[in-house]
């Protein structure tokens, strides 16, 4: 009877350790894992004026400085680079004025993510060329220049990984004579890659099968004790 209970609990020890292995490599697979996210501004509220709105801090979990977001069946000037940029409906982002607009994590230092892709259109200047730079730290990564026209949206696969800060900046081009002029481009379907941290609650769990596996463990070695001198 003692050799079959002593069986028992080594069977129920074995599958708890499997069990608690298994939940600890869950868990420290899923804290490297980074999950894909696309950004199409289209879950923005109605912006104020017809030529656009900030971007929030804090949209998408990243910061925007001088990035504007425009619904474009709006727009008051018709043709244009935004109308034709727009690959999901209403809005795209821009930069404001034409000048340098950057994205970066919500507290630089605190997190990275990895800058996939991006659709790139120009608002008023054909050959507009957009230098594209990925930092981490402050310090330069990556550096990439693209040229886009206005008069359909172009996929752009950057690849940025590791970075905390990401800068656009524009220049160049000919007018097309929409009626607009200036180095705006026409951004839209961002898409990046974010970390993923567990869940308190995955901790938790991790420590509770853990302790019960650790337990059981050492009620076995006494049981073994108990039965060897008998």
């Not at 425009?70 to 404001?96: C, E, F, K, Q, R």
Request: glycine fraction near 12%; charged fraction near 10%.
């Amino acid at each position: 009877m003692t050799m079959t209970k002593l069986g028992v609990r080594k069977e129920l020890l074995k599958v708890c350790s499997i069990a608690a292995f298994t939940a600890v490599a869950a868990g420290t697979l899923g804290t490297g894992q980074a999950q894909a996210l696309v950004l199409t501004f289209d879950d923005l509220p109605a912006p104020e004026f017809d030529y656009g709105s900030p971007i929030p801090n804090g949209y998408g979990g990243l910061n925007w400085d001088n990035f504007n977001y425009l619904t474009t069946p709006n727009y008051s000037i018709n043709p244009s680079g935004y109308i034709y940029g727009t690959v999901s409906s209403p809005n795209v982002a821009y930069n404001s004025f034409g000048n340098p607009a950057t994205v970066s994590t919500v507290s630089l230092g605190s997190g990275q993510f990895d800058f996939n892709s991006a659709y790139l259109t120009t608002a008023w200047n054909n050959g507009l060329d957009i230098l594209v730079e990925g930092f981490s730290g402050g310090i330069t990564k990556y550096a990439t220049t693209v040229t886009v026209d206005t008069t359909s949206p172009r996929l752009f696969n950057f690849d940025f990984l590791g970075i905390d800060s990401l800068k656009f900046t524009s220049s160049g081009g000919v007018d097309v004579g929409y009626g607009g002029f200036g180095t705006e481009i026409v951004l839209d379907n961002f898409t990046y890659n974010s970390e993923t941290v567990p869940e308190p609650t995955t901790f938790l769990g991790l420590l509770t099968v853990a302790s019960f596996g650790v337990a059981l463990s050492h009620k076995q070695k006494q049981q073994q004790k108990v039965t060897s001198k008998v």
